[in-house]
């Protein structure tokens, strides 16, 4: 199993600032994953974040509002730019436990950033 | 499109059985699993399944049925822990993981 942890756990955040959420796990992954889960929703996935490559993003998600650092196999950070209220969200990172280049079956997630944008 | 379906809320009493129902269209099958969420937690890995069948593990079961594209999370035994939201998820041709909006079950005494 992989252990995560996130930094800060949450924050409350003025209109037009940023933030930058940092994700570290105990161990070396290859696919860091980003979510947003919006109060009484689901998950929904901003970007897989691969090490010594450019972050892909999903289908209404763009680098600019979103940039992503994967500098090493443990860590990565999401910055959530100009910020609104509609930012407003549980944001959550995941690692699959991946080994060998082969997907298994369980998906491991840190304890989440809780942002509130005013 | 891809859709994932699963009822907003359950409620059930301390001691009894509740059944979860997911339905799924996704391009592709490589899996589907149940995730557990307390709220303002983040979720927990409950089971996996790939094959058709009924999985086990203690006062949980999953089943599936691929041509259906159905699958459904049963818990025994019910305690008030167990209070929380129940996510399906199917990883689709892609290896990309596919999310149901989650059931909340509330737990009576």
């Known amino acids: 199993s992989a252990v995560i942890s996130q930094k800060p756990s949450r924050d409350i955040c003025q209109r037009g600032t940023s933030l930058t959420i940092q994700c570290q796990v105990d161990s070396q992954v290859t696919m860091m994953f980003w979510y947003r889960q919006q109060p009484g929703q689901s998950l929904t996935l901003i970007a897989t974040a691969n090490q010594g490559s450019e972050a892909t993003y999903e289908s209404g998600f763009v680098i600019d509002k979103f940039p992503i650092s994967r500098p090493n196999l443990t860590f990565s950070t999401l910055t959530v730019s100009n910020m609104s209220p509609e930012d407003s969200s549980i944001y959550l990172c995941?690692?699959?436990?991946?080994?060998?280049?082969?997907?298994?079956?369980?998906?491991?997630f840190g304890p989440g950033t809780r942002l509130t944008v005013l | 499109g891809q859709n994932i379906d699963q009822p907003t809320e359950m409620t059930a009493t301390e001691g009894a059985i509740v059944q979860i129902n997911c339905t799924y269209q996704?391009?592709?099958?490589?899996?589907l699993f149940w995730y557990q969420q307390h709220a303002g937690e983040a979720p927990t890995f409950l089971s996996y399944?790939?094959l058709d069948g009924l999985e086990e593990k203690g006062r949980f079961s999953s089943f599936l049925s691929r041509s259906k594209g159905y699958s459904y999370l049963l818990l025994k035994e019910l305690q008030m822990k167990d209070s929380a939201s129940y996510l399906c998820?199917?990883?689709?041709?892609?290896?990309?993981?596919?999310w149901g909006a989650g059931t909340k079950l509330i737990i009576k005494p």
């Open positions: 399944n790939v």
């Open positions: 996704t391009s592709g099958f490589n899996g």
């Open positions: 998820a199917v990883r689709d041709s892609n290896y990309q993981l596919i």
């Open positions: 995941s690692v699959d436990s991946l080994t060998s280049g082969r997907y298994s079956d369980e998906q491991f």
